[in-house]
């Protein structure tokens, strides 16, 4: 009799033990107790300060070391002019062909990773047996680990061609072949992350949807998805962040020529690519054309910046109290 | 309270009497006082389900053993019963929500009329059952979109397209809900602003768009404060003439006041079965009694 009621809320043995006085009275920590707390958050302060300094070192470096160019360049130059060549005899100091080049190859690689991704994520979660999944999702994340370089030639030697079989007149160097290869890459960035938040939506809203006759798609993508859309959101930024700073494959495979189009057939340069180009190459430090690669890491900065922002932003409209 | 038929084995008045009233003081109202119980409903109501030696296993663990229960039209049924004896697991096999979940197994069967569909069979497609039982959860779970979207979510599956019939169709289920007044000002805005005891009537309106013939409600209330509990059981009360209603709850009181018919269950067996005012008063068993009391244990 007594058994099936083991969950009832009355627990005499706790509060028993209380008034029996076998605990301890409550007592002052000891110094010692307090000491080592205080260590240990000063500890965990520090390790926050570290990162924060890292950061702050670096912006500082960036803004320093592009001062110079500024005071050479006006940032209405910078901005407006439509044309970067700054290793020419006639230079120009438009930043737009770089961040052209960097937004196209982004486009291409997000329009691949993030329905790719987020695909591979519903289904992983959602639909393949939990077996498969342990094995998948590994698998899968091996994608994020192969060296960029190997990604580089692989989009020079192999999917360009292979597009061109499509795209007849497209050039060696072009923008779609090392945003498909990127967007490959960072698939796992955005199913990992995507599937770690649909996970986290809790059972009780799936059988809410399953109740009123949805199947298993329509609550998939209907209730799961926005669901999880705060975290899944997060994973979309990081795989942009990813791709704005990629260099290698862009670096190889669009041709490392500034170019101010948004047509992913062309060749361009990123900026990544270009500060690559620049640092590798026998520019004299301190010369305009070499302090130009701090101007562009700025706005590399100043972009990456940007979209963390916007994903924040999105995080907090979109995140959900279960 | 309006059925008219009195109950057959009316409880002695235990605490009535004028030689007891100038000795003592009048008793607190129990529940074995006939007027807080609903009168028994007529017992020829037709029979809207019929759960035939049903036992259902959570892959090997037993959670029922042989039950067998009808659920009346027009008639609300509370599933009562110590912690852990089967009352979810009952009702989640009307809608079968086990299906979800690898391994569950369902003996015997579970009929439901006027079609004599065994509900539990395995060539029943769960989902065009689910379009005609309709479920509310313990805790409230509204989707994360808007309170129309809510509502709209049963509707839109069944192929409703046309703005202005969900619209109509979406003011009647919240004015069944009794939310209508608080929400139509605000049908865009995310279901998750609501208070609890909202988001419980949002669920119960989102199960009422899809005017099921059955409404399944688990503890509907226990998350909620007894202004809002309130409310539902108005609610639910009203709206058994429409729809057969299986609830399960720990609330005695709450069972008295709503139910026209109790099962008391324990340890995954049906133990007692009868009209409300029955059970409570006239209980046939000893566990029935002493659970009904609060004895329990
Ligand atoms: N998913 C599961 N797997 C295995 N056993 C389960 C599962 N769910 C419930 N059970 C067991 O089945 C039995 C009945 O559980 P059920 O949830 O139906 O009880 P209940 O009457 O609804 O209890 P409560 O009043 O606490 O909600 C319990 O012994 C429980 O431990
Ligand atoms: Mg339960």
Not at chain 1, 75 to 82: G, K, M, P, Q, S
Not at chain 1, 166 to 192: A, C, H, R
Not at chain 2, 219 to 224: D, K, N
């Amino acid at each position: 009799m007594s058994t099936i009621l083991s969950d009832n809320p009355v627990s005499g043995g706790i509060a028993g033990s209380r008034n029996g006085g076998l605990l301890p009275p409550l007592r002052s920590r000891s110094l010692l107790g307090r000491l080592a707390e205080r260590f240990i958050e000063s500890g965990l302060l520090l390790a926050a300060a570290f990162s924060v300094l890292i950061t702050g070192g670096i912006v500082f470096v960036l803004v320093s070391e592009s001062l110079p160019f500024f005071r050479h360049v006006s940032a209405r130059e910078f901005l407006t002019d439509r044309l970067w060549t700054p290793m020419f005899a006639d230079p120009h100091h438009g930043i737009m062909p770089l961040v052209a080049g960097t937004l196209t190859t982004t486009a291409v690689a997000l329009l691949v990773a993030m329905p790719v991704g987020t695909l591979i994520a519903v289904w992983l979660s959602e639909f393949a047996p939990s077996r498969l999944r342990e094995v998948l999702k590994p698998a899968l994340e091996l994608l994020a680990a192969v060296p960029t370089v190997v990604y580089g030639y692989f989009a020079v030697d192999f999917v360009t061609p292979a597009l061109q079989a499509f795209i007849p007149d497209l050039p060696t160097f072009n923008m779609l072949g090392p945003g498909i290869v990127m967007g490959v890459m960072i698939i796992p960035y955005v199913s990992s992350l995507s599937e770690d938040a649909i996970r986290a939506v809790p059972m009780l809203l799936r059988e809410g949807s399953y109740a009123l006759g949805a199947g298993k798609f329509t609550t998939a993508m209907r209730v799961v998805y926005p669901a999880a859309f705060s975290g899944i959101a997060s994973a979309y930024v990081l795989a942009i962040s990813r791709a704005v700073g990629e260099t290698m494959i862009v670096a190889i495979a669009a041709g490392q020529q500034p170019n101010l189009s948004f047509n992913p057939l062309d060749p361009a340069a990123t900026i990544t690519a270009f500060i690559v180009q620049v640092s590798l190459g026998d520019l004299p430090h301190g010369s305009i054309g070499y302090q130009s690669i701090f101007a562009a890491g700025v706005t590399l900065f100043v972009m990456t910046l940007g979209f963390n922002i916007i994903g924040a932003v999105m995080r907090r409209r979109y995140r959900q109290a279960y | 309270m309006v059925t008219s038929a009195a109950p057959r084995h009316a409880a002695p008045p235990v605490h009535a009497g004028p030689a007891r009233m100038t000795a003592t003081p009048p008793p607190i109202p129990t529940l074995l006082d006939s007027d807080v119980v609903r009168p028994a409903p007529p017992a020829s109501r037709a029979i809207k389900a019929q759960v035939e030696n049903f036992s259902f296993f959570y892959s090997t663990v037993q959670a029922l053993a042989d039950v067998s229960l009808p659920f009346r039209e027009r008639a609300i049924t509370a599933l009562i019963g110590p912690s852990g004896c089967g009352k979810t697991t009952l009702l989640r096999c009307f809608n079968r929500m086990h299906d979800l979940y690898p391994g569950n197994r369902y003996v015997g069967r579970i009929l439901l009329h006027p079609d004599n569909l065994n509900i539990v069979a395995r060539e029943v497609d769960p989902i065009s059952l689910r379009m005609r039982i309709s479920m509310v959860f313990q805790k409230p779970n509204p989707f994360p979109k808007s309170i129309f979207e809510n509502v709209a979510y049963g509707l839109r599956l069944r192929g409703i397209r046309s703005r202005s019939e969900l619209e109509g169709r979406i003011q009647v289920a919240l004015e069944d809900a009794a939310l209508w007044g608080e929400v139509k000002d605000r049908l865009r805005k995310p279901a998750y602003d609501l208070s609890g005891g909202q988001q419980q009537r949002l669920c119960i309106a989102r199960a009422l768009a899809n005017e099921p013939e059955v409404l399944l409600l688990d503890e509907p209330t226990s998350a909620l404060d007894p202004i809002a509990t309130s409310r539902i059981e108005d609610l639910i009360v009203e709206l058994k003439e429409r729809v057969t209603i299986a609830i399960v709850t720990h609330n005695m009181q709450q069972a008295a006041r709503i139910s026209d018919y109790t099962a008391f269950m324990y340890l995954g067996k049906l133990i007692e079965y009868g009209a409300t005012a029955e059970v409570f008063q006239n209980p046939k068993c000893k566990e029935t009694e002493d659970y009904v009391t609060g004895r329990f244990g």
